[in-house]
């Protein structure tokens, strides 16, 4: 089946996923400054940093 059969959408999705194929996932899920010397999230630290600091009377 060649792109002239298919509808626009379909070739459309088509073009899309050998893309993907060829050239894998170009952008990562988090960015450099998103993410801790050891690889961890550097936005799940903050947010552990301030879970920790809740008072007691705020049921944390």
Do not use: C, F, N
């Not at 999705?13 to 194929?21: I, P």
């Not at 993410?35 to 961890?40: E, Q, S």
């Amino acid at each position: 089946m060649s792109s002239d059969d298919l509808t626009p959408d379909a070739a459309e999705q088509a073009r899309r996923r050998r893309a993907a194929l060829l050239l894998g996932d170009l952008l990562p899920d988090t960015t450099r400054d998103e993410r801790g010397d050891d690889g961890t999230s550097a936005g799940s630290r903050r947010d552990d940093e301030l879970l920790r600091d809740v008072p007691p009377h705020h049921g944390g």
